[in-house]
Nanobody, 114 residues
Framework: QVQLVESGGGLVQAGGSLRLSCVVS????????IAWYRQAPGKQRELVAS???????HYADSVKGRFAISRDAAKNTVSLQMNNLKPDDTAVYYC????????WGQGTQVTVSS
């Protein structure tokens, strides 16, 4: 059974940092591209960053230079380091497989105050 468990969110002031973690179980983690998404109130879910099995990364223009995605195959974990956070980064953050999304997890709330 597939499980995606996100953690690490919280309340932070603008300019601050947070590190999100996603523990993935039940899928062939080492073969799949894993992505972080976010959904702000009243908006559609959007892709934030992704990392392939080979380590190739992709970032949304809005987070380039501020966010960094990484993966640890031994721990089946994908992390998202978020620096220089802005109020527009406020959202619920989710992780999922990029090509074949599985049922969504609970997500983790990130709130950035100005």
């Amino acid at each position: 059974q597939v499980q995606l468990v996100e953690s690490g969110g919280g309340l932070v002031q603008a300019g601050g940092s947070l590190r999100l973690s996603c523990v993935v179980s039940g899928i062939l983690f080492r073969f799949e591209t894993i992505a972080w998404y976010r959904q702000a109130p009243g908006k559609q879910r959007e892709l934030v960053a992704s990392i392939s099995s080979g380590g190739t990364t992709h970032y949304a223009d809005s987070v380039k230079g501020r966010f960094a995605i990484s993966r640890d195959a031994a721990k089946n974990t994908v992390s998202l380091q978020m620096n220089n956070l802005k109020p527009d980064d406020t959202a619920v953050y989710y992780c999922n497989a990029r090509e074949v999304p599985r049922p969504w997890g609970q997500g983790t709330q990130v709130t950035v105050s100005s």
